[in-house]
T-cell receptor, first 113, second 116 residues
């Protein structure tokens, strides 16, 4: 089955700097890659996603890149703000029966002001 | 998230006790999921359902049972709770769609379960 690895497990950046979180996946059949943000005491919230037919997607300060050959994808947050502090999860799915997502272990992002 | 409600939010159980977590969604979604979240391990799928009357095992199904008697409800049961089941449990739902989009995934707020 699919296995998703996420790095780093914790990341501290200064406000205004960029943050990059990387994930690798094992199943070449995976074709959907979402990123979730989870704040303390809340459920995960989708922040951006990308499909395998696209190499990059951007939404304001957030971008995701995908390298299908290397089987890795990354989340880029520019001009970080204190409210970006949270736990971020990557995930992968083959969108087969059940549309099941396999999650990475998460990255704790701290933005210092 | 609006639309997916989990009850209870917090529960402390003694080893060997049983309990049921309820997930209710009012969005007419076909697919529903139960995940557990443990420190350093992300979210792991316990069981899922692709429609009323269906259930299937996920990555970590042992010690849990589920039922989907009504489309809007997905119940997660622990027949004999163990300390290893101390975790945060999240329910999620999506409509059935061939053009899967994560924008349609709705997670509940979580249920904190402690087994002592």
């Amino acid at each position: 089955g699919e296995n998703v690895e996420q790095h780093p497990s914790t990341l501290s950046v200064q406000e205004g700097d960029s943050a990059v979180i990387k994930c690798t996946y094992s199943d070449s059949a995976s074709n959907y890659f979402p990123w979730y943000k989870q704040e303390l005491g809340k459920g995960p919230q989708l922040i951006i996603d990308i499909r395998s037919n696209v190499g990059e997607k951007k939404d304001q300060r957030i971008a995701v890149t995908l390298n299908k050959t290397a089987k890795h994808f990354s989340l880029h947050i520019t001009e970080t703000q204190p409210e970006d502090s949270a736990v971020y999860f990557c995930a992968a799915s083959t969108m087969e029966y059940g549309n099941k997502l396999v999650f990475g272990a998460g990255t704790i992002l701290r933005v210092k002001s | 998230n609006a639309g997916v409600t989990q009850t209870p939010k917090f529960r402390v159980l003694k080893t060997g006790q049983s309990m049921t977590l309820l997930c209710a969604q009012d969005m007419n979604h076909e697919y529903m999921y139960w995940y557990r979240q443990d420190p350093g391990m992300g979210l792991r799928l316990i069981h899922y359902s692709v429609g009323e009357g269906t259930t299937a095992k996920g990555e970590v199904p042992d010690g849990y049972n589920v039922s989907r008697l009504k489309k809007q409800n997905f119940l997660l049961g622990l027949e004999s709770a163990a300390p290893s089941q101390t975790s945060v449990y999240f329910c999620a739902s999506i409509p059935q769609t061939e053009d899967f989009s994560g924008n349609t995934i709705y997670f509940g707020e979580g249920s904190w379960l402690t087994v002592v």
